[in-house]
């Protein structure tokens, strides 16, 4: 898969799996992310290496992430995705979330999917609502704590 990369400003957001800091993503996630409080290390490690991922760059700073699991076919779950505190109110999410949506290998989905306690506002504004049937979800959960 090729790596994509565009750059706003003094911002750039790549695929490149290699540029990620991992101790970054692991430490937002684990300590202060609502989502995945906990998260063991190696779980992160793995999260990223079986998905489609996006980090957001200051210079060569990470200051943001999101991932995509995807079949890059028919279905895709955002999942992950912050920017940290100080880079926060200057358009970073949105820009995070239309660089996922435009990628080339995710065009032509039949279903995208994401979960979120307080940014439903932001996914809306591209498109996404909430689930008409939501019974006919399920899940299994199993916490990291």
């Known amino acids: 898969m090729e790596i994509m990369q565009v750059q706003q400003g003094a911002y750039t957001i790549s695929t490149d ?5 991992i101790d970054l993503i692991h430490h937002f996630l684990s300590n202060d992310s609502y989502w995945a ?6 779980k992160v490690q793995r999260s990223v ?3 489609l991922c996006f980090g957001v760059y200051h ?3 990470q200051v943001g992430f999101a991932r995509v699991t995807t079949d890059y076919t028919t279905f895709a779950w955002i999942g992950d995705v912050f920017i940290v505190p100080a880079h926060r109110k200057q358009g970073l999410s949105k820009w995070l979330v239309q660089t996922i949506l435009a990628h080339p290998d995710l065009q032509g989905l039949r279903r995208w999917l994401l979960a979120t306690a307080d940014a439903h506002q932001l996914y809306a504004q591209y498109g996404f609502t909430p689930l008409p049937q939501p019974e006919r979800f399920m899940q299994i959960h199993n916490p990291y704590m």
Request: cysteine-free; proline content about 6%; aromatic content about 0%.
């Open 17 to 21: 799996r290699e540029k990620l800091d």
């Open 37 to 42: 409080k906990g998260i063991p290390l190696q």
């Open 49 to 51: 290496q079986h998905s």
């Open 59 to 61: 210079g060569q700073q």
